[in-house]
């Protein structure tokens, strides 16, 4: 069994991992090799509704529009709000290529 510290090794490696991919064909390939397919789908769903609340929307709306749960839209506003900003970093580059 690992230690912490070489769990956060791992961590650190897959974090490298993502930023060594160039484009979505690899992104895909690497994810599906990585991910079920309902996993990712569930990441997709989950990037979907930070969109969807970025631009306004209400939680009842996001959670009409996605079939997600009250509670995993209010979970995902949290974090769109929280102080990682890993979700507004990636809605404003996807923004700048143009997937508004």
């Known amino acids: 069994m690992g230690t912490d510290m070489g ?6 490696r897959l974090m490298e991992a993502f930023c060594l991919l160039e484009t979505p064909d690899e992104a ?6 990585l991910l079920s397919k309902r996993e990712i789908q569930d990441l997709a769903q989950r990037l979907e509704m930070a969109r969807l ?44 290529k143009g997937f508004a």
């Not at 895909?28 to 090799?33: E, I, T």
């Open 7 to 12: 769990r956060a090794g791992e961590t650190e």
């Open 28 to 33: 895909r390939a690497f994810l599906l090799d």
């Open 53 to 96: 609340l970025d631009s306004g929307s209400s939680y009842t709306a996001v959670s009409e529009a996605t079939g997600a749960s009250s509670t995993t839209v209010s979970r995902v506003s949290k974090c769109l709000n929280g102080p990682e900003g890993g979700y507004r970093l990636v809605l404003g580059r996807l923004k700048g």
